[in-house]
């Protein structure tokens, strides 16, 4: 009993640190884990049967399938599909004009990897809500470069940082809740057996 309830806390930490570590893939970004075999080989058809293309013009912003499958990580393709992982919230797929347009539509900011927004990881936090930043061109750009700060008047970093210590806080208080409440019914069942036992 005694080795279950100190166990416990260790398993629990050791999933969520192995779940930290591995939440990421080396899939290319938009593309939905499960076609990971479909993306692995050298040349791929479009899944339409329209063309095919090699592996280098993956996500290379210019649309080789009418239905988008080779442009699932940019907004090349109309027709295209973009995929939020949003590890620790629901992930959900977007058109693929809404990439890299100013607009944090996956709540882990990965539709904005390479446009003038800094998205905050929100999955955590309940994650199902678009973040909208004004867009303020090259003043933005240059206030990065020089280490600029915010309309808050915090860096960008600072902000980053502390919304991922926030996300961990958030995670470790989950799993001593867990811890709590598992250790409270085995106490429990321990209990209830040492009275039958008298």
Do not use: W
Request: glycine letters at 8%.
């Amino acid at each position: 009993m005694e080795t279950t309830l100190t166990l416990l806390p260790t398993l629990l930490l050791s999933f969520f640190f192995f779940h930290l570590s591995h939440s990421s893939t080396d899939l290319p970004i938009g593309i939905h884990p499960l076609d990971a075999k479909y993306y692995a080989s050298e040349v791929i058809k479009c899944k339409d049967g329209s063309n095919s293309f090699t592996k280098d013009r993956l996500n290379d912003d210019f649309c080789d399938c009418i239905d988008g499958t080779d442009e699932p990580g940019t907004a090349a393709c109309p027709a295209g599909k973009f995929y939020c992982r949003n590890v620790g919230s629901t992930p959900k797929f977007l058109f693929s004009s809404r990439v890299n347009d100013d607009i944090c539509d996956c709540c882990d900011g990965s539709d904005e990897y390479d446009s003038n927004v800094n998205c905050p990881n929100t999955c955590v936090m309940g994650g199902d809500f678009s973040y909208q930043t004004r867009r303020y061109g090259s003043r933005s750009k240059h206030l990065d470069r020089i280490g600029g700060k915010n309309a808050n008047g915090l860096n960008m970093d600072d902000s980053a940082r502390r919304l991922q210590g926030l996300k961990i806080l958030v995670l470790v208080q989950v799993v001593l809740i867990i811890i709590f409440l598992v250790s409270r019914k085995l106490y429990r069942r321990s209990r209830s057996k040492r009275r039958h036992l008298r």
